[in-house]
């Protein structure tokens, strides 16, 4: 082709154009395989760009603060896991101690000599928890602690048994109705004696 060809073409593609906007219509623009596309306008892309450039602006910054919603959520959901934990752990070892504390009653047979030997028993490391329960190693706290082994002999009364308790005021009136009848005699002669005081 010629560049006098080429001119009029390009002429009459403008007057097409020009023709297609005035009607409404998109101008049309032959590419390189003859056949008519639409010509594209630079401002209506740029707009296009700009209102998907702040459609996706606006999607990001949503995804961001849902974003950091959720590890402010996650975080408070760990805190009180762990303090669920925390207190799950101190009930089972409060639960241990008290059966190693009633192991030990039963082999001490004294409330207060158990407690003595559960502090020597922890300080020691022989309380030994098993799941729910714990154990005390009452061989090794008895070899270590002999004095916890000794108790109280029990008294034998022979032919004198223990006297009944001395009466007091007090005494009398806490005893229950039957209790006072069946101890009346012993009331009044107490009475008549001046020994209740």
């Known amino acids: ?3 006098e060809t080429k001119q009029e073409q390009a002429a009459q593609e403008v007057a097409a154009a020009a023709q297609a ?5 998109e101008p049309q623009v032959k590419g390189e395989s003859g056949q008519n596309q ?8 740029l707009e296009e760009l700009r209102r998907k450039a702040e459609a996706l602006e606006r999607e990001l910054k949503r995804t961001r603060e849902e974003a950091a919603s959720r590890r402010v959520e996650k975080k408070s959901l760990e805190e009180r896991i762990q303090e669920m934990e925390a207190a799950l752990n101190a009930m089972r070892e409060r ?3 008290e059966a190693a504390r009633a192991e030990l009653v039963a082999a001490l047979g004294d409330k207060t000599a158990a407690e003595a030997a559960l502090k020597l028993a922890r300080a020691d490391g022989l309380v030994q928890v098993e799941g729910e329960g ?3 190693d009452l061989e090794t706290l008895f070899s270590r602690y002999p004095f916890l082994r000794t108790r109280g002999a029990p008294r034998d009364a022979g032919a004198n048994p223990p006297a009944t308790p001395q009466l007091t ?3 009398i009136a806490q005893m229950t109705p039957e209790e006072y009848a069946k101890r009346r005699r012993e009331i009044l002669e107490a009475l008549a004696k001046g020994l209740i005081k």
Do not use: H, K, T, W
């Open 169 to 171: 005021r007090d005494a």
């Open 38 to 45: 639409p010509q594209a306008d630079p401002i209506r892309e």
């Open 134 to 136: 714990a154990r005390v």
């Open 95 to 97: 639960a241990a101690l």
């Open 21 to 25: 906007q005035s009607q409404g219509q």
């Open 1 to 3: 082709m010629n560049e």
